[in-house]
């Protein structure tokens, strides 16, 4: 097993623990854009198919609701004609974090091959299946290789920072936090705008956060 290969069970391990990625926000749209990212929008229309895609797929894939373990239910929620506030989101967050990994990938020079996209889904399969995976992140499996480049670039990334591969090693553990820093940073750099209908996005976290609404006199005792 290559660096790389271990590499990337590594970050597969980690992305399917954390369920969901996280994504980034904040500031005025354009009608009709959920987000915009560097110079690229994420249209409200493009999100909208997308989860309507996942809905009718994830309902269907067993593993892809064991991953996802969501206690709320998600295969209930999949089952709804109402695209929900939480499948949404997460979509949204997904499909921004990719963005940004490609930014990091151009930045810090990481050159993704397809044979490292195929290690990838390979390790994925390993680990109930990337179609599986892919479903339990948000998107549909349409995204499957997309996701994998994603995964790559995050484990080449972590490689970059000295990882040798070993999760408990805290030379490892270290360039893990070294790779998050830099992903956190490029972001930051990219002024991303999430629209404030899916969430607020919140710096700590690096994350969007669902829609807070204000209670009325009534309901918060004021009146």
Same mark, same amino acid.
Not at 16 to 21: D, E, I, P, Q, S
Not at 58 to 74: C, E, L, T, W
Not at 165 to 185: C, E, H, I, S, Y
């Given at each position: 097993?290559? @660096?790389?290969?271990?590499?990337?069970?590594?970050?597969?391990?980690? #992305?399917?623990? #954390?369920?969901?990625?996280?994504?980034c &926000?904040? &500031?005025?749209?354009?009608?009709?854009? #959920?987000?915009?990212?560097?110079?690229?929008?994420?249209s409200?229309?493009?999100?909208?198919?997308?989860?309507?895609?996942?809905?009718?797929?994830?309902?269907?894939?067993?593993?892809?609701?064991?991953?996802?373990?969501?206690?709320?239910?998600?295969?209930?929620?999949?089952?709804?004609?109402?695209?929900?506030?939480?499948?949404?989101?997460?979509?949204?967050?997904?499909?921004?974090?990719?963005?940004?990994?490609?930014?990091?990938? /151009?930045?810090?020079?990481?050159?993704?091959?397809?044979?490292?996209?195929?290690? @990838?889904?390979?390790?994925?399969?390993?680990?109930?299946?990337? =179609?599986?995976?892919?479903?339990?992140?948000?998107?549909?499996?349409?995204?499957? /290789?997309?996701?994998? /480049?994603?995964? #790559?670039?995050?484990?080449?990334?972590?490689?970059?920072?000295?990882?040798?591969?070993?999760?408990?090693?805290?030379?490892?553990?270290?360039?893990?936090? =070294?790779?998050?820093?830099?992903? @956190?940073?490029?972001?930051?750099?990219m002024?991303?705008?999430?629209?404030? /209908?899916?969430?607020?996005?919140?710096?700590?976290?690096?994350?969007?956060?669902?829609?807070?609404?204000?209670?009325?006199?009534?309901?918060?005792?004021?009146?």
């Amino acid at each position: 097993m290559t @660096v790389l290969g271990t590499s990337v069970k590594v970050a597969v391990a980690a #992305a399917l623990a #954390a369920g969901t990625l996280a994504g980034c &926000g904040g &500031g005025p749209l354009k009608v009709g854009a #959920a987000a915009i990212v560097g110079d690229d929008r994420i249209s409200t229309s493009t999100l909208d198919q997308t989860v309507r895609d996942w809905q009718k797929q994830f309902v269907k894939d067993d593993i892809a609701n064991q991953m996802r373990s969501d206690p709320s239910n998600p295969t209930q929620q999949a089952t709804s004609d109402r695209l929900s506030d939480s499948d949404m989101r997460d979509a949204l967050t997904v499909l921004v974090n990719m963005r940004v990994g490609d930014e990091v990938a /151009r930045r810090d020079h990481i050159d993704v091959t397809g044979t490292q996209v195929d290690q @990838v889904i390979a390790a994925l399969d390993q680990q109930g299946g990337a =179609k599986s995976a892919t479903l339990a992140s948000g998107l549909p499996a349409g995204y499957t /290789r997309d996701f994998a /480049r994603f995964l #790559a670039i995050k484990a080449l990334l972590v490689q970059k920072y000295g990882s040798d591969g070993n999760p408990q090693n805290p030379q490892t553990m270290l360039a893990r936090q =070294k790779a998050d820093a830099d992903f @956190v940073q490029t972001a930051d750099s990219m002024k991303i705008k999430v629209n404030p /209908r899916y969430g607020s996005f919140d710096k700590a976290k690096v994350a969007i956060d669902p829609v807070k609404y204000r209670l009325s006199a009534t309901e918060s005792g004021i009146r």
